[in-house]
């Protein structure tokens, strides 16, 4: 027998929060919601139907004394089995019923029988399961939305290049008795204590004495300390930490000039610098580019919401998981804070999906190879000729040519809404 039931997910209910952050208080029409649950009317004549086709069901693989496998009289099988017997009738009945309603409506998921009541001559089923939601789109040209574009300075690739310098900078011991300074690196032995004062571990550790990076009370406490001095942090469970200077570093930059640039790749520094000027444009770029789409994006959604299919979600998260570098966590509660940023991404990245494919198909999009090969450069594929025959042989054209239409679709969107650009 298929499915009738699909797993809870684990992952949704134990984020604490609505993982959709731009969420609105307007209340989802039903046809919008993707969570169905609806009540299904089962005549019992119907089930008893049903019964003699899965007692010979029955009869090709029951074992009764003094009979050979399929050869038991079917008037013993339903006395023996009946309650098994009426158990898959009513379960085929329902999975009939359930052919009926795709016909409805386009379900995504399994569906999961939550209950079953009877009454004289009818039972009353009570089934759950997620379709695609009725998606609206609204009068795009009275949408307005603002498009920062954001200028790329000296001062920025100044500070990119001064960046770069610490990456290979080489640490030197200070052997002045002199206060710690913004920007040092102290070796500090760190031990940890519990609420009783008890000692728990001591390590050394390496900490980088930067306002904008630091624990603030760790910051605060280490100003005007020297190598030898000890400072406490006290924890509001009763927990501490002391950490006594061991040393003091400070980073030796490398000079800024061609040999410089040379470690880095680059011709010469005049090279170096408006190459890193061209990379952060087109990150400026980019940065703006997508505000814009997401802004346009949430401004639909907040005409007419709609419920993301759970199932759309998880799937979209787990994609997203796949493809990133996880960080290492702390703590249980910063895995879960980072969980549910990309659970957030993946939300939002659904509710955009489901929104460009209507349009899709309410203007009948379509898209041809020359199309497509204009979409992977923009994609950033280095041989887009190549890669588009490829999809063609793996069986990947299809959804390649969605993926184009889908961004055809957005820069439809973006050519009629009424956009204001403000430079920053």
């Known amino acids: 027998m298929d499915k009738v039931t699909h797993p809870k997910t684990l992952l949704w209910e134990a984020l604490p929060s609505n993982p959709l952050k731009f969420s609105i208080m307007a209340v989802i029409p039903e046809e919008r919601k993707a969570l169905k649950e609806l009540k299904i009317e089962i005549e019992k004549n119907k089930i008893l139907e049903n019964e003699d086709k899965v007692a010979l069901e029955f009869q090709k693989f029951v074992e009764i004394p003094g009979f050979r496998k399929g050869k038991a009289p079917i008037s013993l099988i339903k006395q023996k089995y009946s309650s098994a017997i009426k158990e898959e009738a009513l379960k085929s009945v329902i999975k009939e019923k359930i052919k009926e309603l795709k016909k409805e409506y386009e379900i995504i998921s399994d569906v999961e029988v939550k209950d079953i009541s009877e009454s004289n001559d009818i039972y009353e089923v009570l089934i759950e399961f997620e379709v695609i939601p009725n998606v609206e789109i609204p009068d795009l040209a009275n949408i307005e939305v603002e498009k920062k574009i954001y200028k790329v300075s000296d001062i920025d690739v100044a500070e990119y290049i001064e960046e770069l310098r610490k990456e290979f900078a080489q640490e030197e011991k ?37 306002k904008d990076e630091l ?210």
């Open 174 to 210: 200070v052997e002045e008795n002199r206060e710690i300074q913004e920007d040092d690196i102290i070796l500090a032995q760190m031990e940890d204590y519990d609420k009783d004062g008890n000692l728990l571990s001591r390590e050394e550790v390496y900490i980088e004495y930067m």
């Open 215 to 424: 624990d603030e009370r760790l910051y605060s406490a280490l100003i005007n300390k020297k190598v030898g001095d000890s400072v406490e942090i006290k924890f509001d469970d009763g927990t501490k930490q002391v950490f006594k200077i061991i040393e003091i570093r400070v980073r030796k930059l490398p000079e800024l000039n061609d040999e410089f640039a040379q470690m880095n790749g680059y011709l010469d520094l005049e090279e170096m610098k408006q190459k890193i000027r061209e990379q952060l444009e087109n990150e400026a770029k980019i940065r703006s580019e997508f505000e814009y789409e997401s802004q346009i994006i949430d401004k639909i959604y907040e005409i007419y919401p709609f419920e993301p299919p759970r199932k759309l979600v998880i799937n979209a998260y787990q994609d997203l998981i796949k493809n990133i570098e996880l960080p290492k966590f702390e703590n249980e509660s910063e895995k879960k804070a980072f969980q549910e940023q990309v659970l957030n991404f993946a939300y939002k990245s659904v509710i955009r999906d489901l929104i460009l494919r209507k349009i899709v198909k309410e203007r009948n999009i379509e898209v041809n190879d020359d199309e497509i090969l204009e979409y992977l450069k923009m994609r950033g594929e280095e041989n887009p000729q190549e890669y588009l025959n490829k999809s063609k042989v793996r069986g990947q054209y299809e959804s390649l040519k969605e993926a184009a239409k889908i961004n055809k679709a957005l820069d439809y969107v973006k050519s009629v809404v009424k956009t204001k650009v403000i430079v920053e």
